[in-house]
């Protein structure tokens, strides 16, 4: 694989690791629609496992 496209690849799931990061020290918005609310708290909880995910597809990426 291209070093330029690794790199690309690699800045991507930086990017995308950061802004799961931040969603995750957002806090709830209490809305009134509780399910609005819940797919706020899953998101939260579906993305701790999705950035180990993430990281361990860039180390694959940076291992081609």
């Keep these: 694989m291209s070093k ?3 790199e690309e690849i690699s800045r991507e799931i ?3 690791i ?3 990061k931040e969603h ?3 806090e709830i918005i209490v809305t009134g629609n509780q399910y609005e609310e819940l797919n706020q708290a899953l998101s939260k909880v ?8 993430l990281q361990s597809l860039k180390e694959y990426v940076n291992r081609l």
């Design 14 to 16: 930086d990017r995308r």
């Design 24 to 26: 995750q020290g957002a």
């Design 46 to 53: 579906i993305g701790a496992p999705l950035i180990g995910e």
């Design 4 to 6: 330029n496209i690794k």
């Design 18 to 20: 950061h802004l799961l």
